[in-house]
């Protein structure tokens, strides 16, 4: 166990980078919205007033 503790105080910057890498991807990453199923239900949530983010993905 006190093998581990040196080199983690011997790398901590290599843990903090790493530690801050992993925070912001799960702060960062998309998530699909649930409930919007067809086009109608788009123009719904567009039609709202509050600001909307698209990401469009394609195979091509």
């Not at 086009?39 to 509050?50: N, P």
């Amino acid at each position: 166990m006190s093998n581990l503790v040196e080199w983690i105080r011997a790398n901590w910057l290599l843990v903090a980078f790493l530690v801050g890498l992993s925070l912001a991807f799960l702060f960062l990453r998309t998530t699909p919205t649930a409930g919007i199923e067809t086009l109608s239900s788009l123009d719904a949530v567009l039609g709202t007033g509050q600001p909307v983010v698209l990401e469009f993905y394609s195979n091509f």
